[in-house]
């Protein structure tokens, strides 16, 4: 089985980069200090999933 790529997320703005740590956040700037892994993320801010709904839903609710 494939494994997968770690994730690393930048405390600084919530960027997710997949499979390599950045010498700095593509969004925001902030240097490889201020990432932390996705388990690391998901442990320390306790992330859960939220729905999206798509806009054509919502249209047709109206």
Known sequence: MKSLAEQYVCTVCGYNMAGYLPDNCP?????????????????????????VFHICQVNNEA
Request: proline share 4%.
């Open 27 to 51: 969004f925001c700037g902030a240097t490889k200090d201020r990432f932390i892994t996705s388990q690391e993320c998901s442990a320390r801010y306790g992330v859960v999933e939220t729905p």
